[in-house]
């Protein structure tokens, strides 16, 4: 890890100039990235990593004889050990590398959920991105264990008391996201853990968005697994992984089989190979994880409460000018959230909307954001979903608030 002291003092102009996309003018304006919730823009260290890979070490990983294999893996198992100081996690052996969260939560559900019997019960909350459920449903059908949903309270936040009475002596996994893509509330991850461990469930995070806006320690979270995806924190997509607490490694079977994995193959089985290459079958995204190893030294060079509040004031000036638009109903409105901002529009469709806006050059997100059970708990098919990053600033944010505005005056 670095050794200096990070940067509170954040000089968002700088910060700005690492990012060369965003000099891009989208419609004869310039661009307004809002989508960041969806994925994060590279910076330049980023990009440099990537292609500093393919241009000058690059071979395939793990028992290279050759200097560019042995670089590549040095590189490749050099970001696996940021990822886990990063998080918060004791070993660098604790992270699992995927392609993003999806695979992540696959691998959990699938390795864990070997252990699920008919009658088991998983809890999910009605929160949850499709990542976070579908896996689960498959896990369930293969063996007969059973969902139970956590409520979602009006102001979006988990049902804490609905969650405690659903946590029985059969629950084996509560699986929740620790801040929602949608809502962008911050779930009391604490109080989940405690809740579960107290009956002896597991825990699942998915920390696809709370890894990129705010700190997280997962050592002190006490959780059993936490899933991430590179792509959301400034590194590229194709990578992403799981920290699992503990021994589950060892004690968990393999989910996929292929090379890399493996000890030894014989004609008649195999054995695996030490943790956490039992879980890495096949070549992996070797470019990829080396560049989300260079976007988390990018990030490490500022305090991370200093990035949350910067990302909270903007969301705190965007929630005051939008509320005084009328017709515009704000969905998830928890005191502790992140930089995220779901709205409806009232006789105008979101998609118009988000196409409208595209127009004057700002880019959010319409639709369902791979959380329908979470649409059909507030009554609507679709929201306009704004989502901050590091590099946004208040002029931006007034930018999308006077774009909503001529935008709704087109269509209403
Ligand atoms: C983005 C996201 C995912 C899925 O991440 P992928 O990178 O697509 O695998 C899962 N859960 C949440 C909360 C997300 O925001």
Not at 354 to 372: N, S
Request: proline share 3%; with cysteine; hydrophobic share 45%.
């Amino acid at each position: 890890m670095t050794a200096h002291t990070p940067i509170t003092a954040l000089d968002i102009a700088a910060i700005r100039s690492e990012f060369p996309i965003l000099k891009r003018e989208i419609n004869g304006r310039p661009l307004v990235y809002l989508d960041n919730a969806a994925s994060a823009q590279k910076p330049e260290a980023v990009i440099e990593a990537v292609s500093n890979v393919y241009r000058s070490s690059y071979a395939n990983v793990h028992r290279g004889l050759h200097t560019l294999a042995n670089e590549a893996t040095e590189a490749f198992e050099g970001a696996r050990g940021k990822i886990a100081a990063f998080l918060g996690a004791q070993r660098a052996e604790q992270i699992v590398l995927t392609r993003g969260a999806t695979e992540a939560i696959n691998l959990v559900a699938q390795s864990f959920g070997q252990g699920l019997k008919e009658g088991d019960e998983i809890i999910l909350s009605q929160m949850e991105h499709h990542s976070n459920i579908v896996p689960w449903q498959l896990t369930a059908e293969r063996s007969g264990a059973v969902i139970r949903w956590c409520p979602v309270t009006d102001t979006g936040e988990l049902d804490y008391e609905a969650l405690e009475s659903l946590i029985t002596d059969r629950t084996r996994m509560v699986a929740i996201v620790h801040m929602s893509n949608v809502l962008g509330t911050a779930n009391d991850a604490a109080r989940v853990v405690k809740l579960a461990h107290d009956a002896g469930a597991a825990v699942l995070l998915d920390g696809s968005q709370s890894a990129v806006h705010m700190p997280v320690d997962v050592t002190g979270l006490g959780c059993d697994f936490f899933v991430f995806t590179g792509h959301k924190l400034y590194g590229p997509s194709g990578c992403g992984g799981v920290y699992a607490a503990g021994d589950w490694l060892d004690r968990l079977p393999p989910w996929q089989g292929g090379g890399e994995m493996i000890a030894d193959v014989f004609e008649d089985g195999s054995t695996w190979a030490d943790v956490p290459h039992k879980f890495e079958a096949g070549t992996p995204s070797i470019a990829d994880v080396i560049g989300l190893g260079a976007a988390i030294d990018w990030m490490q060079r500022f305090d991370r409460t200093a990035v949350m509040e910067h990302e909270r004031a903007l969301l705190d000036r965007a929630t005051q000018q939008i509320s005084t638009i009328d017709g515009v109903k704000l969905i998830g409105t928890a005191q502790d959230k992140g930089a995220i901002l779901s709205f409806a529009v009232e006789g105008a469709h979101s998609h118009d909307l988000a196409q409208l806006l595209d127009k004057y050059g700002v880019a959010v997100r319409a639709g369902h954001h791979c959380a329908q059970p979470l649409m059909r708990r507030f009554g609507v098919e679709s929201t306009l979903r704004a989502s901050f990053a590091i590099y946004n600033t208040a002029e931006e944010v007034d930018a999308f608030i006077e774009a909503l505005k001529k935008a709704k005056g087109f269509l209403i």
